[in-house]
């Protein structure tokens, strides 16, 4: 596995990071933690494209990293090559924090909603009205025609349900 996709993965990585060293740093993250993790590993669904989600992943947090570094470097007045740019001043450092910052939200953001659509009407509806809304349990309870412990129920198994399937969604993209 680690030579069939090793190579095409510091490819990809290189084109996020802009550079060879460290997309290849990336890549043995990725492969270390799997290593790490051992049998508890089961990739559910197609092996490279979690490899390449990982190493996603770890080159926007990796990005993230520079473009802190290279904000503080700025306000010292120094110089950061962040990929192969070089940074000077706080607006172009944190523009690229920015950027990044907005895709993994954005990433963040589908893989909510995908888990929401995947509720069933009544789910979707208790989860909208205690995290959106911010109702009360017995709001809750008035709104969809229930008991207060049978809203309490409902809304404890939807919050556990989000939680699983947003992890499982954020293991599976890397």
């Not at 996709?5 to 060879?20: F, I, N, Q």
């Not at 172009?92 to 069933?120: F, K, N, P, W």
């Not at 009544?122 to 809304?133: E, F, M, P, T």
Request: aromatic letters at 6%; hydrophobic letters at 45%; zero cysteines.
């Amino acid at each position: 596995m680690v030579q069939r996709l090793y190579t095409p993965l510091v490819r990809y990585t290189s084109m996020l990071v802009h550079s060879r060293d460290v997309a290849e740093d990336v890549v043995q993250e990725v492969f270390a933690n799997v290593w790490e993790l051992g049998t508890r590993w089961t990739p559910k669904g197609d092996v490279a494209a979690y490899f390449f989600a990982g190493a996603r992943n770890r080159a926007l947090n990796e990005l993230r990293r520079q473009a802190r570094a290279a904000h503080r470097a700025s306000r010292a007045n120094e110089a950061l090559v962040v990929g192969r740019r070089q940074v000077v001043d706080d607006r172009a450092a944190d523009a690229l924090a920015q950027t990044i910052d907005a895709e993994v939200a954005a990433m963040r953001e589908t893989i909510v909603a995908r888990v929401l659509e995947s509720l069933t009407e009544r789910q979707r509806s208790a989860y909208d009205l205690r995290y959106r809304r911010g109702l009360t349990i017995p709001a809750i309870a008035e709104v969809l025609g229930i008991t207060p412990k049978s809203a309490e129920q409902l809304v404890g198994r939807v919050t556990h349900t989000v939680w699983e399937r947003v992890q499982e969604a954020l293991r599976n993209e890397g």
